[in-house]
């Protein structure tokens, strides 16, 4: 997966992966966190991927951070912040929050 995300930089067509961001191994054996796979996968083309959601009409994006999912650490306010420069639609995301203070 993580080679046909950084091939992505020479296709110019859409992209999706399907299967879930997870854990995994580089070709080299390097081991690479979710959270990486899932900078890669947002850097390859989530934005874009996002701006055709929003050119399809949709009113409001759904982001989930599987990375996230459960941690009670917080949001990934990176994503979330590079998702809504990208868009002019309402962002909801899900996935993180734990205490009352991650939503201020």
């Given at each position: 997966?993580?080679?046909?995300l ?20 580089d ?66 995301t899900?996935?993180?929050a ?7």
């Amino acid at each position: 997966m993580l080679e046909i995300l950084r091939s992505s930089e020479k296709v110019f067509v859409p992209l999706t992966i399907d299967g879930g961001i997870r854990d995994t191994l580089d070709t080299d054996g390097t081991k690479v966190s979710a959270l990486q796979v899932a900078e890669l996968y947002f850097d390859s083309g989530a934005d874009k991927l996002a701006l055709a959601v929003e050119a399809l009409g949709s009113g409001e994006i759904l982001l989930n951070c599987i990375d996230k999912g459960g941690s009670n650490s917080g949001f990934d306010l990176k994503l979330i912040d590079d998702v809504k420069k990208t868009v002019k639609i309402p962002v909801i995301t899900s996935s993180g929050a734990g205490v009352p203070s991650h939503f201020e």
